[in-house]
C-alpha cells in the first residue's frame, strides 16, 4: 500500500458527461501528479501541483483540468468525455516538488469507461 | 528530451531462472532513472531508483538494475524468478527537474512454474 489513495475505483459514464476523480497524496507529500493508462497511448503524464499550484504539464486535454486543494488532496476534472477518454487514470504524489531525491508513489487508479 | 526504450514487450522464464528486462534510455543529462512493477489491477510499485549515486541499484524482492552510461542502459535483473514476479514493468526516466516521468511501453513478464 503506497498510502496514496484514489476514489472512485471504477466510474462508468455516458459520451458528453462530465466527471470528477479524486485524489488523496500520502501523508506529508506536497507534490500530485496525474497520469492517464491506455492501451494505444501507454503511460502518459498529464499535470503535477505542488504545494496547491500548477508545475508541470504534459499532454492533457483542454478537456481536461485539474486542482489541488489546501488540504492537498487533488481532483482530475474530465469533461465532454469521449470514448477514447477510456483509461485507467492515475494519481502519484511525493514529498518535494520534484528533482534527483524526488520519488512518485502511486495510488491504485481510478478505472473509467465512457460508453 | 528524455526518452525509454524497453526492448522487449514480452518476457517468459520458468520460475526458478534468471530475469533480464533490458531497458535503454535517452537523456541529455543525467538521468534519474526508475523501476516500477504494476501487478494485474493494480497500481505501480516502485522496485528501484537510480540518481547519480552508486551505478548498480538494489531494490525490493531481490530486483536489481545497473546504469551503464556508456551503453545508456538501465536493465532489471534478478538471480531466481519466482511466480509472484509475474506482471507489467516500467523503466522510467525523469526531466532535470524531476517533475515529469516519460515510462516505457511496459515488459510483461510470465513466470512458468
Known amino acids: 500500500d503506497s498510502g496514496v489513495t484514489q476514489t472512485p475505483k471504477h466510474l462508468i459514464t455516458a459520451t458528453g458527461q462530465r466527471v470528477t476523480l479524486r485524489c488523496s497524496p500520502r501523508?506529508?507529500?506536497?507534490?500530485v501528479y496525474w497520469y492517464q493508462q491506455s492501451l494505444d497511448q501507454g503511460l502518459q503524464f498529464l499535470i503535477q501541483y505542488y504545494n496547491g499550484e500548477e508545475r508541470a504539464k504534459g499532454n492533457i486535454l483542454e478537456r481536461f483540468s485539474a486542482q489541488q486543494f489546501p488540504d492537498l488532496h487533488s481532483e482530475l476534472n474530465l469533461s465532454s468525455l469521449e470514448l477514447g477518454d477510456s483509461a485507467l487514470y492515475f494519481c502519484?504524489?511525493?514529498?518535494?516538488?520534484?528533482?534527483?531525491?524526488?520519488?512518485?508513489?502511486f495510488g491504485p487508479g481510478t478505472r473509467l469507461t465512457v460508453l | 528530451a528524455q526518452s525509454v526504450t524497453q526492448l522487449d514487450s514480452h518476457v517468459s522464464v520458468s520460475e526458478g531462472t534468471p530475469v533480464l528486462l533490458r531497458c535503454n534510455y535517452s537523456?541529455?543529462?543525467?538521468?534519474?532513472l526508475f523501476w516500477y512493477v504494476q501487478h494485474p489491477n493494480k497500481g505501480l510499485q516502485l522496485l528501484l531508483k537510480?540518481?547519480?549515486?552508486?551505478?548498480l541499484v538494489k531494490g525490493i524482492n531481490g530486483f536489481e538494475a545497473e546504469f551503464k552510461k556508456s551503453e545508456t542502459s538501465f536493465h532489471l535483473t534478478k538471480p531466481s524468478a519466482h511466480m509472484s514476479d509475474a506482471a507489467e514493468y516500467f523503466c522510467v526516466v525523469s526531466d532535470t527537474t524531476g517533475n515529469q516521468f516519460y515510462f516505457g511501453t511496459g515488459t510483461s513478464l510470465t513466470v512458468i512454474p
Open positions: 502519484a504524489s511525493s514529498a518535494l516538488a520534484g528533482g534527483y531525491a524526488d520519488t512518485q508513489y
Open positions: 501523508s506529508g507529500d506536497l507534490s
Open positions: 537523456s541529455s543529462y543525467s538521468p534519474s
Open positions: 537510480y540518481t547519480s549515486a552508486a551505478t
